[in-house]
């Protein structure tokens, strides 16, 4: 048995790199244990307005704080996955057992800088493992040469900490849910209705995920109104409720603008927890806990982030964390 750890969520793309850097010193002192980071190129609006490089936050975020950090990448396209599992095992060698990364398939959105093909989801997703092998690979200190869809020659790293790194596996649909647990060290979703979410969290323990961590980045807004929780969620977030089929293919920043403008401040209660009350938001993580998942990563979508801290910190974490889950 385990404490539950609750992470608070570095949003890159909505909050300037030395903000956030602030904002996580603040989530420690209001008792979270963990921080997720993003990474992306670009923001999913021109609202949002900022994209700030995690990596080189991560090393200010985790000197400055002691909590454990994660963070959502997408080797094979705008990143050499040698590249990756370097900047991993620095991070590893400096801050012992602080840090996983999450290794997806990524979006078009980031991607597509580089000028290179963009694959097809079957693809994306057989590259995606050849990138997880590689730095595996090299995590153990072999000389990796790989001629595949990604392309590695006599890479090795001389740098590494004394373990191998967690690399999760991020999911947003069963199958996928069932093909990272063939060879994640876990899985990472986003929040969803209590039934799909124990159907996740089935297939991947079932296809090999037993015993192994599940996490949830739970996509929430909380205000000290409902009307200014459901305000700050459609100026913010109203670009992120579709699909990820589609969002995986759109361009840019505009293109988001464009899908997120026939989107009513409605229409995100299925895809972000809108409620001004604690004891709502209590509710809803207490659901996912009883689905199966060990650590919980709440995103308040709106910018009200130093209230959204203060409060949780004194109303929602002390509920969690004295607790265990197995």
Same mark, same amino acid.
């Given at each position: 048995?385990?404490? =539950?750890? =609750?992470?608070?969520?570095?949003?890159?793309?909505?909050?300037?790199?030395?903000? @956030?850097?602030?904002?996580?010193?603040?989530?420690?002192?209001?008792?979270?244990?963990?921080?997720?980071?993003?990474?992306?190129?670009?923001?999913?609006?021109? !609202?949002?307005?900022?994209?700030?490089?995690?990596?080189?936050?991560?090393?200010?975020?985790?000197?400055?704080?002691? &909590?454990?950090?994660? =963070?959502?990448?997408?080797?094979?396209?705008?990143?050499?996955?040698?590249?990756?599992?370097?900047?991993?095992? !620095?991070?590893?060698?400096?801050?012992?057992?602080?840090?996983?990364?999450?290794?997806?398939?990524?979006?078009? @959105?980031?991607?597509?800088?580089?000028?290179?093909?963009?694959?097809?989801?079957?693809?994306?997703?057989?590259?995606?493992?050849?990138?997880?092998?590689?730095?595996?690979? @090299?995590?153990?200190?072999?000389?990796?040469?790989?001629?595949?869809?990604?392309?590695?020659?006599?890479?090795?790293?001389?740098?590494?900490?004394?373990? =191998?790194?967690?690399?999760?596996?991020?999911?947003?649909?069963?199958?996928?849910?069932?093909?990272?647990?063939?060879?994640?060290?876990?899985?990472?979703?986003? *929040?969803?209705?209590?039934?799909?979410?124990?159907?996740?969290?089935?297939?991947?323990?079932?296809?090999?995920?037993?015993?192994?961590?599940?996490?949830?980045?739970?996509? &929430?807004?909380?205000?000290?109104?409902?009307?200014?929780?459901?305000?700050?969620?459609?100026?913010?977030?109203?670009?992120?409720?579709?699909?990820?089929?589609?969002?995986?293919?759109?361009?840019?920043?505009?293109?988001?603008?464009?899908?997120? *403008?026939?989107?009513?401040?409605?229409?995100?209660? *299925?895809?972000?927890?809108?409620?001004?009350?604690?004891?709502?938001? @209590?509710?809803?993580?207490?659901?996912?806990?009883?689905?199966?998942?060990?650590?919980?990563?709440?995103?308040?979508?709106?910018?009200?982030?130093?209230?959204?801290?203060?409060?949780?910190?004194?109303?929602?974490?002390?509920?969690? &964390?004295?607790?265990?889950?197995?």
């Amino acid at each position: 048995m385990s404490k =539950i750890a =609750i992470g608070y969520h570095a949003s890159h793309e909505q909050f300037k790199p030395s903000e @956030l850097l602030k904002l996580v010193v603040q989530a420690q002192q209001a008792g979270f244990t963990n921080s997720l980071s993003s990474d992306h190129f670009f923001p999913w609006s021109e !609202t949002q307005g900022e994209s700030g490089f995690a990596w080189s936050w991560l090393g200010a975020a985790m000197h400055a704080t002691s &909590l454990n950090f994660g =963070i959502v990448n997408a080797p094979g396209q705008r990143y050499h996955p040698a590249i990756i599992a370097q900047a991993v095992a !620095t991070l590893c060698e400096m801050f012992p057992n602080r840090f996983w990364i999450a290794a997806g398939s990524g979006q078009f @959105l980031n991607e597509h800088i580089t000028g290179e093909l963009w694959p097809y989801k079957e693809k994306r997703n057989q590259r995606l493992k050849e990138c997880v092998d590689i730095m595996r690979a @090299l995590w153990r200190g072999e000389t990796v040469t790989h001629d595949g869809l990604v392309k590695v020659v006599e890479a090795k790293l001389y740098t590494r900490p004394d373990y =191998i790194p967690q690399i999760i596996g991020p999911a947003l649909t069963v199958e996928t849910a069932a093909w990272v647990g063939t060879w994640a060290d876990g899985m990472i979703t986003t *929040s969803r209705e209590p039934e799909e979410l124990k159907k996740m969290v089935h297939a991947f323990r079932e296809n090999g995920g037993a015993g192994k961590p599940v996490y949830l980045k739970v996509q &929430l807004s909380y205000d000290t109104t409902y009307a200014k929780a459901l305000e700050g969620a459609h100026h913010q977030w109203k670009n992120n409720i579709f699909s990820s089929a589609l969002l995986s293919d759109i361009r840019g920043a505009k293109g988001f603008d464009a899908a997120g *403008s026939v989107v009513r401040p409605e229409d995100l209660k *299925s895809s972000v927890r809108i409620s001004d009350s604690t004891d709502q938001h @209590l509710e809803w993580l207490a659901r996912d806990i009883e689905a199966g998942v060990t650590e919980l990563y709440l995103h308040n979508v709106n910018t009200e982030q130093q209230q959204f801290i203060d409060v949780f910190g004194e109303k929602v974490l002390p509920e969690f &964390l004295s607790k265990s889950t197995f």
